[in-house]
């Protein structure tokens, strides 16, 4: 089974690129993030006539996800149990061939020491809570999606210019590590141990053109895990559209003989 996670920033202006990849990546599950619409405006019959169905969850211009899947889709979960209808459109979860799939937009946080850096944190604390009350470290379990935090210092281009600042303050990093010692191991990690390659870069400045990225775009799973041989940073197909900064997609294989898996 091949899991993709895209930061699709709209996806109804997306959608020429998006299909046009679809035809192409040969991927089963994809989770976006960013889809940025209302449901009744989400693209399902078009998903729908690639052999995709869809789970998702929107809301108008801001955040938004979504789950599809060429397999059967069960047991869908929307935001965390206690958020209410007004809540930002953050996560939604479901089983897809034994493997439970939650996918986040985890909150930007704006800038540190604001109320919305604040809420990030305590998000983090809630996805934590989340997989420790209702999911079980010794089955399948992925976590995905685009998680605003680059964890380590081979996630950021330069640590002298990040160190402190949004997306690679302490804090942040603490949060994220937090969520992953519930049980997750870092899948692109896991087949990369030294590589540095990003899946963000700012819009100004050329930071595509210098390769001055960010990686905060994450697959990270408990029990499955990732057949080497396929475990890479993959899409550049969507390089030199002017109206994008996130332009590659994550995506792994992962092992399906259950015999097979450690």
């Known amino acids: 089974m091949k899991i993709a996670t895209w930061n699709v920033n709209s996806i109804n202006v997306r959608m020429p ?3 046009g990849w679809l035809k192409s990546a040969d991927v089963d599950v994809v989770c976006f993030q960013e889809t940025k619409t209302i449901d009744e405006n989400f693209p399902a019959a078009v998903l729908k006539e690639l052999g995709y169905d869809a789970v998702f969850m929107g809301q108008k211009s801001y955040n938004g996800v979504a789950i599809i899947s060429k397999l059967p889709i069960e047991d869908v979960q929307k935001n ?3 958020d209410n209808d007004e809540s930002p459109k953050r996560l939604i979860a479901a089983t897809i061939k034994g493997v439970r799939v939650v996918n986040t937009y985890i909150p930007n946080g704006t800038a540190i020491g604001t109320d919305k850096f604040a809420f990030k944190l ?3 604390q809630r996805l934590r809570r989340l997989f420790d009350d209702a999911c079980d470290v010794s089955k399948d379990v992925l976590l995905c999606g685009d998680f605003n ?4 210092e081979l996630d950021v281009w330069s640590v002298p210019v990040w ?11 603490a949060a994220i590590t937090y969520v992953k010692q519930w049980g997750f191991v870092d899948l692109y990690r896991q087949v ?3 590589k540095r390659e990003f899946s963000w870069w700012d819009y100004r400045e050329g930071a595509w053109q210098k ?3 960010l990686r905060i775009d994450h697959i990270v799973a408990a029990r499955i895990r990732a057949a080497a041989h396929e475990q890479r940073v993959t899409e550049v197909v969507l390089r030199g559209q002017q109206d994008l900064s996130r332009v590659v997609v994550p995506r792994c294989k992962f092992l399906e003989q259950r015999s097979a898996l450690s």
Do not use: I, M, Y
Request: charged share 25%.
């Open 192 to 194: 990369n141990p030294d």
């Open 211 to 213: 390769n001055h990225g």
């Open 17 to 19: 690129q998006l299909l």
């Open 149 to 152: 935090v680059a964890p380590t």
């Open 80 to 82: 965390f149990l206690d």
């Open 163 to 173: 160190e402190g600042k949004l997306h690679f303050s302490r804090p942040e990093r």
């Open 122 to 124: 305590d998000w983090l």
